[in-house]
């Protein structure tokens, strides 16, 4: 009878795990094309069409709060708000806007973020606070991306850099 | 001494020589709900890490990092998964409790303790390495920065640290130290470790994301643990409280420091059979109130007693602080029960002899279980051990038990021999006595053993020796 029982175990998990790795392998295939897509249309739309006009429109809204700092251009030190463009990936959209005083980054602050799903929502809510921090330590765009939040870190470091290209840093 | 009479008992099932088991029956579906259990354990591990394989995790072992943050993931699911089925365990669940028994499945929640332990701090250290590689941090300022940056893992550090604490305090060593109170205190902790740590799993964890199927199943996991231990932790025993409506009626001195505590209630047929399983009792009165006492009744509940209320009763012996008082427990004191529990009972039978061994205190559940579980005159024998004949507790009852049904009774009095491990007094072991002298259709029969672990331990030994299996041994433990 404890024959039974170890058999009848045995067979029952590796069943269940069978056809979870099963699943898995189906999701894992979706879930990298999405990611290489997601990529490919990130760079697109950064390098084109939508980091252009966003990044107008985050000088002018610079100009607009920091009337001195902002325009007095590369020479002075810059002083404001900068908003980065917007990027958009197949989890959403991703903005980040910049505080910047004495030349320095002193905040980052996420104006929107990844969150098609509920379940970008969480990745974006992990990987945010952290990609700040390495944004202030590095005081660059050139910091690690965040482990299974690679498309948001992608997108949240391609937004940070127009932020500081439009704030000349 | 050797006793034995045959008179025939009415009522009992046509049988003869053991040619048919009526016992066979729930025999075998005792073991198929064994096995049910067994299966059922291993396939909540199974499907705790498939959840993870059926969410793509497996492709993060496509890198360094990846790998161990997926061995840190999967080892949060194990360790998470066991700690539900430890308080399932531990939330009295009939099915359980019916299958293996109640200290059966104790004894199993307790080996679970250190593994699921493990398996959670190896799933703190391995995501903070996981994580720390991907971002170029040692997994100490990992650690700190999930701790400080992300929502809810300061809660998760803290059921980890509670964790801790409870397993700690569980270790037998450290157990031995504190008293009673102090464990149970710092075990009710669990509870506060075990939600803490679930923000943490559905807010940080991607896997239990809004809108997958995972989240629901972990939701459905996690409720249904804590609407098992709230229904049968707490409302059962409230439930059968209320319905028995116990009182102590009267308390009766059995021999220097044992006494036998009457109680009278409602509805006490509905516990018919249980003579011989436990209950847990809390005598409401002042200082007594709050402390559980596990007590086997040591007769079978009496449906209508000559002023026509029904009865139960227990034997104890002064044992420690909680007993002593119970001596001086005035009649009409309430008392809240929970049970019956174990399976020191006739639904544990599996053949048509039965052998019921006894010592000290622990002859009280077999004079119950004599009382009530069916067999054919010359098919049952009775062993009471005790240092002395007055310590052979309600030795008249099980004398006149022994004779209307027709078992043989022996009374093994008399101390251990000193160097040899054995379970029998000096004379019996120098005389070259087994237990299979006393039964001779030993391998035939059901073997109920209850007394103190060490002196039980022997008898199970010799029982095995004997060529008893291990499903034929009904051992209820006083000492859990």
Redesign the interface.
């Known amino acids: 009878?404890r024959t039974?029982?170890?058999v009848?175990?045995?067979l029952?998990?590796?069943g269940?795990?069978i056809?979870?790795?099963q699943?898995?392998?189906?999701?894992?295939d979706t879930?990298?094309s999405v990611a290489s897509a997601a990529a490919g249309s990130t760079g697109s739309s950064g390098s084109s069409g939508t980091s252009g006009s966003a990044g107008a429109s985050g000088s002018s809204g610079s100009s607009s709060s920091s009337s001195a700092g902002g325009t007095t251009g590369a020479s002075a030190k810059a002083v404001g708000t900068y908003a980065g463009s917007v990027v958009q990936t197949r989890f959403g959209s991703v903005q980040v806007q910049i505080t910047v005083q004495a030349g320095k980054i002193t905040d980052v602050t996420a104006l929107q973020l990844t969150d098609a799903?509920?379940?970008s929502?969480?990745?974006s809510?992990?990987a945010a606070?952290?990609l700040r921090?390495?944004v202030l330590a590095a005081q660059s765009a050139d910091v690690?991306?965040?482990?299974?939040a690679t498309v948001t870190s992608d997108a949240y470091l391609n937004s940070l850099q127009a932020a500081l290209d439009a704030a000349n840093l | 001494m050797n006793t034995q009479l045959l008179t025939n008992r009415p009522g009992v099932r046509r049988s003869s020589g053991g040619a048919v088991n009526p016992f066979r029956a729930q025999y075998r579906r005792r073991l198929l709900r064994a096995d049910l259990l067994t299966v059922l354990f291993w396939a909540s591990l199974a499907g705790a890490i498939a959840l993870w394989l059926a969410d793509g995790g497996a492709a993060g072992f496509s890198t360094p990092a990846g790998s161990f943050t997926a061995l840190g993931i999967v080892a949060g699911l194990a360790g998470m998964d066991l700690v539900l089925l430890m308080l399932l365990l531990a939330a009295r669940i009939p099915l359980i409790d019916q299958t293996v028994g109640h200290d059966r499945a104790l004894e199993f929640h307790r080996k679970l303790g250190k593994p699921a332990l493990y398996l959670l701090l190896a799933h703190g250290i391995l995501i903070a390495i996981g994580y720390g590689m991907a971002e170029g941090l040692d997994p100490v300022s990992e650690s700190v920065a999930l701790w400080v940056l992300v929502p809810d893992m300061w809660l998760a550090y803290i059921s980890m640290l509670l964790f801790i604490a409870v397993v700690v305090t569980s270790l037998v060593a450290v157990r031995r130290r504190f008293p009673y109170e102090f464990w149970y205190a710092v075990h009710l902790l669990t509870y506060a470790a075990v939600l803490t740590s679930l923000p943490h799993q559905f807010s940080v964890g991607g896997l239990f994301a809004e809108g997958t199927w995972q989240r629901w199943y972990w939701l459905a996991l996690c409720i249904a643990t804590g609407a098992a231990l709230l229904y049968y932790r707490v409302v059962q025993p409230l439930v059968a409280t209320f319905r028995h409506q116990l009182t102590v009626k009267r308390v009766v001195r059995v021999a220097p420091g044992v006494v036998s505590i009457e109680m009278s209630g409602l509805r006490l047929d509905e516990l018919a059979g249980s003579g011989g399983r436990f209950f847990i009792w809390r005598f409401l009165a002042p200082g007594l109130w709050w402390h559980p006492h596990p007590f086997s009744l040591s007769a079978e509940p009496v449906r209508f007693d000559a002023a026509g209320q029904g009865t139960l009763r227990i034997t104890v012996r002064n044992l420690g602080r909680g007993s002593s008082q119970l001596a001086s427990l005035k009649p009409g004191t309430k008392v809240a029960v929970e049970g019956p529990y174990g399976l020191f009972s006739t639904a544990a039978r599996s053949r048509n002899h039965v052998v019921m061994v006894g010592a000290g205190i622990g002859i009280t559940p077999v004079r119950a279980l004599l009382e009530s579980t069916p067999f054919q005159p010359g098919n049952a024998t009775v062993i009471l051990r005790g240092h002395s004949e007055s310590e052979l507790y309600l030795g008249e009852e099980i004398l006149d038990l022994c004779r209307r049904r027709g078992a043989t009774l022996f009374h093994l009095t008399g101390s251990r021999p000193a160097g040899i491990r054995t379970w029998l007094p000096e004379h019996a072991a120098r005389a070259g006595h087994r237990l299979a002298s006393y039964h001779p259709n030993i391998t035939d029969a059901d073997v109920y053993v209850c007394g103190p672990s060490a002196w039980a331990h022997n008898v199970l030994e010799d029982a095995r020796a004997a060529g008893v299996r291990e499903d034929q041994i009904h051992y209820e433990r006083f000492d859990w």
């Open positions: 009878m039974r029982a170890a009848s175990a045995a029952a998990s590796a269940i795990l056809a979870g790795w699943s898995g392998l189906h999701v894992a879930g990298s799903e509920r379940k929502v969480q990745i809510n992990r606070p952290l921090t390495e690690q991306t965040i482990s299974g």
